[in-house]
């Protein structure tokens, strides 16, 4: 029997809630979550694999792309991930427009913006909202209507990404718009990252976890030693900031704030990759690393 295979994007404005989504789809966290907005700087692939064999269908693979939040950039590093989102979505089998159903009527204004700068055909997008277990049924509707009369979509999914309502429909829906192709990826693939990069993104998870304020924006992680044996995973990462008095935040009083971050991060990536790690972190300090197209073009590709 053939089979399908194709990309679904995620899009939307900031804290929507398409990293989340993607983890629950996927059963496995493979893009980081965080409370602040803007935390996904570059898109992550999430590889779906559907068994349909019993069902006389094709089996399928569904390939998510978990995008960063659209929204009006004012940094060198907001136009340079804004710009590469936009540039991605020129080719794509679906595309999943998400929408946080607490918002409120300034985040309905800017979502609106984000709606008309995106190219939208009606025969391959949809609609999700998101967030629906927080908000009560009557305003749906409204909400639903209201954003119809800013582009008409023909498929609307009401969600929670958290506790997973509506999910399994929106799975039974967006395999019927992928076509028949070879799998694009192994079975048992997840994810496009390498495990240099998930770990880098894992640390900057914690990082946002941890510290308060606009710090987290100003750093990023790298993965400089990598060195793995049958039983255990040892992870060299430099933490690298803009500024000396960033690097005393991150380390805390006694060194504090960091060892809370290299544990909760250890955690984490034993869990993924059911060994032990031994994870070790090094502040470096970057001048003007965000202005930096150099360093900003390295972005996900340590």
């Known amino acids: ?5 194709g990309f679904v994007y995620l899009v939307g404005p900031p804290n929507v809630g398409k990293s989340t989504l993607l983890n629950y789809l996927l059963g496995q966290k493979v893009s980081i979550v965080s409370r602040k907005v803007q935390t996904t700087r570059f898109s992550t692939k999430g590889i779906l694999n559907i068994k349909n064999t019993e069902n006389n269908k094709p089996d399928c693979q569904i390939i998510f792309v978990d995008t960063p939040g659209l929204f009006e950039p004012k940094k060198a590093l907001e136009k340079h991930i804004v710009k590469n989102t936009i540039s991605e979505l020129n080719s794509y089998e679906h595309i999943c427009v998400l ?23 009606k025969n391959n997008s949809s609609l999700i909202i998101n967030k629906i277990d927080l908000i009560e049924k009557e305003k749906l509707l409204i909400i639903v209507k209201n954003i119809q ?32 192709s070879p799998f694009l990826y192994n079975k048992d693939q997840l994810t496009d ?46 933490i690298n900031v803009s500024k000396y008095n960033h690097k005393r935040i991150i380390i805390g009083k006694n060194g504090e704030n960091l060892k809370k971050i290299g544990i909760s991060s250890r955690k984490d990536l034993e869990k993924v990759f059911n060994k032990k790690v031994n994870l070790f972190l090094f502040l470096k300090i970057k001048n003007n690393w965000m202005n930096n197209i150099k360093e900003l073009n390295h972005l996900g590709q340590n």
């Open 1 to 5: 029997m053939s089979t399908k295979s």
């Open 99 to 121: 929408y946080d159903a607490t918002s409120s009527k300034i985040k309905f204004s800017e979502f609106s913006k984000i709606i008309k700068g995106i190219k939208l055909n």
């Open 149 to 180: 009369k800013i582009f008409e979509f023909n498929n609307v999914f009401m969600v929670s990404a958290k506790k997973g309502q509506g999910c399994k429909d929106l799975i039974d829906f967006l395999q019927t718009t992928i076509p028949e």
């Open 193 to 238: 990252l390498s495990e240099r990069v998930f770990s880098s993104e894992i640390t900057r998870e914690k990082l946002f976890n941890y510290l308060n304020s606009e710090l987290p924006y100003n750093l990023y992680v790298e993965t400089v030693i990598w060195k793995e044996t049958k039983k255990s995973i040892t992870i060299h990462q430099n």
